[in-house]
């Protein structure tokens, strides 16, 4: 195992650099698209509905393929780790789009009308009253993307990307040991996914602290 | 084994018998007999344990002390090789076997038709051959009066009918021993008198024992050989439904019989 | 470079064999997501907590590890236990095994939300195990979750590019030698996120008409 530290450790930092990278485009991406699907502009809803089909009806590996071998042959150019980041972001915010679009829908009605009363703008509306709330609701779903994204991380070893789960190609290649380098791989994995969950939870935890919509209960 | 030998132990014996949902005793030290083809009403505010009595018999909640016989058997140990051991599954099925049951809320089996529901516990359990468990069924949908609805599902039944085809389930396994757990409870009032019907000629019936819990006493005054007022998970008075009705011979059974009766 | 139509005309017959062995994959994948969920399902209820616990732990592994890792484990590291196994087989086992661990919470949902008095009328009809589980429990169990497990049919489908890492001959493989061959990727790839979409799109219609159609029975 010793032997195999150091290749696994550089491809652990490319699987968190993918992680946390994709993390953020998706969560820019669900947002944006979540509220999008709530707009009063038939195009923009039209657009966000668009962007969310094309994601989830097509499946990361082939959205992968086409961003790192088929748009380089019209001229548009990503390295490896950028095409990763962004594909994985955008599928998993295509999923994240439709957590945040229930959430919304889930908030109160009271609570918009209670905004409308205090003279709010539609804005801070949005802001300050609406997607608080709707947080506490997209925090379970969205630990449980998370996870989903972390493993769609071992897709960019097939396009040649250092990650852990190429870098455990290379060491059973090199080693033929298959059974142990894949098993430490699994156990790996599995860690990063009990981390993530355990973080998400104390989310949950934290943000679910103390709220009542100080109605009839 | 003579008559007499077996009328020497009751057909249900309750011994002691406890049962506490978390700190909250439902059945506390409870002692009761019970004797072939009597047609016993459990009565009492809500909460004195009559369900969970029926429960505990049926065996869907397993007592916390005490001992339940069901002829002389005993429901949670059995012996083996001259220990004495916690029941197994083979030996419950066995207890099990005597005894049927009609839930509050009918508790049919909803995706499959009223025939299905009834011939299913004769054909796996009995092991009847499926043509024969259909005929027992039509004549069972025939005693309770509903031989024309064998092939209609739940849903499609007015609460009276699907209580009596519920009855007429229990009946198709033929137990001795038959449990009612407030059975009109959930009916429109005047959907009552059809199942009440049904339990009228069943109690004219020798060869089965009848518990029956009801919050309407003109049903245990009507049905019943023997009223049991419980409180507490105790049996407070215990005997025949005119003298329990007409004179108590507690304070506490009279007040419980003034406060639902004037209401 | 542009869009070669004529390219793609030529290349369909091709992506028909290829479609063949990814239909393949899914439905048999499909078939064996559904019984091992169903087995891990009923076993997390068994009495014996050893093996609840146990079974728990396998799906939450399986649920936390990524399914490409999978497939290599059981390419790799399978044949040197035991039978080897074609890739179409491999990918199928892993298909089927790592979605048996979302069908399994799906089982679970299902089952949990038959009321208590069902498992009591059962009992009290002296049903045996066997019987309760297969006559009474599963099928109500099964129709108000039929739209869930279609949805991870059309996951797992979406997943099967995955078996072009260990050499099948699925869409996403085909198009990936036939641009190593010619040169042209775009073509060859935009084909398979096409086919990809409008089944993904014709399948999630059908669930939405299923979903309609199970309401309907829980309301009768």
Known sequence: MIDYLPALASGLKITLMLTLGAMGVACAAAVTAGLARHSSQAMVRALAWAYVELFRGTSALVQLFWVYFALPLVGIRFDAITAGILVLGLNSGAYGAEVVRGALAAVPREQYQAARALNLSSKQTLLTVILPQAAIAMVPPAGNLAIELLKNTALVSLITLGDLTFQAQTLRAATLQSGAVFAWLLAIYFLLAQLMRFGFRRLELRLAHGRDYGGIS | MTDSAKDSHPLIRLARVSKAYGAQKVIDGMDLDIWPSQKVALIGPSGSGKSTLLRLLMTIEKIDGGAIEIGGVSMWTQTEGGREVPAGEAHLKTIRSRIGMVFQAFNLFPHMTVEKNITLAPVTVLGLEPKEARRRAVELLGEVGLDHKKDAYPAQLSGGEKQRVAIARALALRPEILLFDEITSALDPERVGEVLEVLRRLANRQDITMLLVTHQMHFAREVADRVVFMEHGKVVEDGRPEQIFEHPKQDRTRQFLTNVLNY | ?220
């Open chain 3, 1 to 220: 470079m542009t869009f070669d139509w004529g390219f793609v005309y030529s290349l369909l017959p091709k992506f028909g064999a290829a479609l063949g062995v990814t239909v393949q994959a899914t439905l048999a994948g499909m078939v064996l997501a559904l019984i091992l969920g169903l087995i891990w399902a009923i076993a997390r209820r068994s009495k014996n907590r050893a093996l609840a616990i146990a079974v728990g732990f396998l799906v939450e592994f399986i649920r936390s590890t990524p399914l490409l890792v999978q497939l290599y484990f059981l390419f790799y590291v399978l044949p040197l236990w035991g039978p080897s196994l074609t890739p179409l087989e491999t990918g199928i086992l892993a298909l089927g095994l790592h979605y048996s661990a979302y069908t399994a919470e799906v089982y679970r949902a299902g089952i949990n939300g038959v009321p208590r008095a069902q498992w009591e009328a059962a009992l009290a009809l002296n049903l045996g195990r066997t019987v309760t589980w297969k006559s009474v429990i599963l099928p109500q169990a099964v129709v108000p979750i039929l739209p869930a497990l279609g949805n991870y049919l059309v996951a797992l489908f979406k997943e099967t590019p995955l078996l072009s890492a260990i050499t099948l001959l699925e869409l996403l493989h085909t198009a990936k030698l036939i641009g190593a061959d010619t040169f042209r990727y775009l073509e060859p790839l935009t084909l398979v996120g096409v086919f990809f979409l409008a089944l993904s799109l014709i399948a999630s219609t059908l669930i939405r008409k299923l979903e309609n159609a199970c309401d309907r029975f829980r309301q009768g």
